[in-house]
């Protein structure tokens, strides 16, 4: 195991790269390559900064713009999806941190376990739609996968002293509860996309904040947290704990409940995911326990979020249910943020994906990303 020394940040423009960018110039880390979708002016910044080999826009007016902006560098800007991969496996690059959001995120984080790179995953939607395929990739080449979700790094730091992982009792994955925590499902119907975005503790991109809303957030990751740690969802609970403090909980057979407490500040899961197996010096403030607020935990509402509820039954059924819960979802947001559908709008549509597409067991990549395609076409269909 060896702590990085250089990176490759796949979407960097977004709150996790820009967080992993300023780790990085904190750690004195080298970049080899970033990635992002349209934002040419943050991406020509970062580069013009970082100095990276390798810059990549998935749109291809994007890319053809940079090229232009960055023709007095020496970076090599490449355009569309497919040169994710090349990011991705670029040979500078020891460390791959995963942020972009989406399914775009499987096949380059596919190509960087090939590759044996250490794999700082902040994409939960590779876990929750090919994680099986992730999983025994990554066991196949000895790549490492350190999750970045504060949650999933919570719990990799709770288990790093257990050698067995049948002495887990069950993981318990803490949750703010979002912006419309007490609410009842038919008082938040009427929520719309600022209220959506308003997110008590954290900072982040207008996708996650949406799922964290629904609660869709939490159900996926949970079934990240059942991938990662090749657990049944039986072994996997969710308590709602407003103050985002304690990120996550591991309860052991004998009793012992081990929990990662920290402020709410993402940069402590990316700093941790490059320095691993060491802990780095950090800069931030860090939590002082007689100055923050009371601790408290309660059962989520699964009537008032129905996305929670259906997340996990995806889980339970496996297969491809989980491709098509996280195409439905994307896609529904997508039009929630665009305000073409309203709160309520996002399960339904998801639900009706998950009843109408059948659901095939063991999958191989090309029946996941099929399921993913029929998962997005059939919230248009129903939308039009």
Same mark, same amino acid.
């Given at each position: 195991?060896?702590?990085?020394?250089? %990176?490759? %940040?796949?979407?960097?423009?977004?709150?996790?790269?820009?967080?992993?960018?300023?780790? *990085?110039?904190? #750690?004195?880390?080298?970049?080899?390559?970033?990635?992002?979708?349209?934002?040419?002016?943050?991406?020509? +910044?970062?580069?013009?900064?970082?100095?990276?080999?390798?810059?990549?826009?998935?749109?291809?007016?994007?890319?053809?713009?940079?090229? /232009?902006?960055?023709?007095?560098?020496?970076?090599?800007? @490449?355009?569309?999806?497919?040169? !994710?991969?090349? +990011? *991705?496996?670029?040979?500078?690059?020891?460390?791959?941190?995963?942020?972009?959001?989406?399914?775009?995120? @499987?096949?380059?984080?596919?190509?960087?376990?090939?590759?044996?790179?250490?794999?700082?995953?902040?994409?939960?939607?590779?876990?929750?739609?090919?994680?099986?395929?992730? #999983?025994?990739? *990554?066991?196949?080449?000895? +790549?490492?996968?350190?999750?970045?979700?504060?949650?999933?790094?919570?719990?990799?730091?709770?288990?790093?002293?257990?050698?067995?992982?049948?002495?887990?009792?069950?993981?318990?994955?803490?949750?703010?509860?979002?912006?419309?925590?007490? #609410?009842?499902?038919?008082?938040?119907?009427?929520?719309?996309?600022?209220?959506?975005?308003?997110?008590?503790?954290?900072?982040?991109?207008?996708?996650?904040?949406?799922?964290?809303? =629904?609660?869709?957030?939490?159900?996926?990751?949970?079934?990240?947290?059942?991938?990662?740690?090749? @657990?049944?969802?039986?072994?996997?609970? /969710? /308590? &709602?704990?407003?103050?985002?403090?304690?990120?996550?909980?591991?309860?052991?057979?004998?009793?012992?409940?081990?929990?990662? !407490?920290?402020?709410?500040?993402?940069?402590?899961?990316?700093?941790?995911?490059?320095?691993?197996?060491?802990?780095?010096?950090?800069?931030?403030?860090? !939590?002082?326990?007689? =100055?923050?607020?009371?601790?408290?935990?309660?059962?989520?509402?699964?009537?008032?979020?129905?996305?929670?509820? $259906?997340?996990?039954?995806?889980?339970?059924?496996?297969?491809?249910?989980?491709? &098509? $819960?996280? *195409?439905?979802?994307?896609?529904?947001?997508? $039009?929630?943020?665009?305000?073409?559908?309203?709160?309520?709008? %996002?399960?339904?549509? /998801?639900?009706?994906?998950?009843?109408?597409?059948?659901?095939?067991?063991?999958?191989?990549?090309?029946?996941?990303?099929?399921?993913?395609?029929?998962?997005?076409?059939?919230?248009?269909?129903?939308?039009?």
């Amino acid at each position: 195991m060896k702590t990085t020394n250089t %990176i490759s %940040i796949l979407g960097s423009t977004g709150s996790i790269g820009r967080q992993t960018l300023e780790v *990085a110039e904190e #750690m004195e880390l080298r970049v080899a390559a970033i990635t992002a979708n349209s934002s040419v002016e943050r991406t020509e +910044a970062q580069a013009r900064k970082f100095k990276p080999a390798l810059a990549v826009m998935t749109d291809e007016a994007a890319a053809k713009d940079l090229a /232009v902006r960055l023709a007095d560098t020496g970076t090599k800007v @490449l355009g569309g999806l497919a040169a !994710l991969e090349e +990011a *991705a496996t670029i040979p500078e690059a020891d460390t791959v941190v995963t942020a972009v959001v989406g399914m775009v995120g @499987l096949k380059p984080t596919l190509a960087a376990i090939g590759e044996k790179k250490r794999i700082a995953l902040a994409n939960k939607e590779t876990l929750v739609c090919a994680g099986e395929l992730v #999983m025994d990739a *990554a066991d196949a080449s000895g +790549a490492e996968i350190i999750p970045v979700d504060s949650e999933h790094s919570a719990i990799f730091q709770c288990v790093q002293g257990c050698a067995d992982r049948g002495e887990i009792k069950r993981l318990v994955l803490t949750c703010s509860g979002g912006p419309f925590y007490g #609410m009842s499902y038919e008082e938040n119907g009427s929520m719309t996309r600022a209220d959506a975005l308003k997110h008590p503790n954290w900072k982040m991109g207008p996708k996650i904040t949406v799922d964290c809303a =629904t609660l869709m957030n939490k159900g996926l990751e949970v079934i990240e947290a059942m991938r990662l740690y090749r @657990l049944p969802l039986e072994q996997v609970d /969710v /308590v &709602v704990h407003r103050q985002s403090i304690v990120h996550s909980l591991v309860e052991y057979h004998d009793g012992a409940v081990l929990a990662q !407490l920290g402020t709410p500040d993402m940069r402590l899961p990316i700093r941790y995911a490059m320095t691993y197996p060491k802990r780095g010096v950090s800069m931030a403030e860090p !939590l002082d326990l007689l =100055t923050c607020p009371p601790l408290t935990f309660a059962l989520p509402d699964r009537e008032a979020f129905p996305c929670l509820r $259906l997340a996990e039954e995806a889980a339970k059924e496996g297969g491809t249910a989980c491709a &098509v $819960l996280n *195409a439905a979802n994307e896609e529904a947001v997508k $039009l929630f943020l665009e305000d073409r559908i309203g709160f309520h709008d %996002i399960p339904c549509l /998801v639900a009706k994906a998950r009843e109408c597409i059948p659901v095939t067991a063991a999958p191989s990549l090309e029946t996941i990303l099929e399921a993913d395609r029929a998962g997005r076409e059939l919230v248009w269909k129903e939308f039009e």
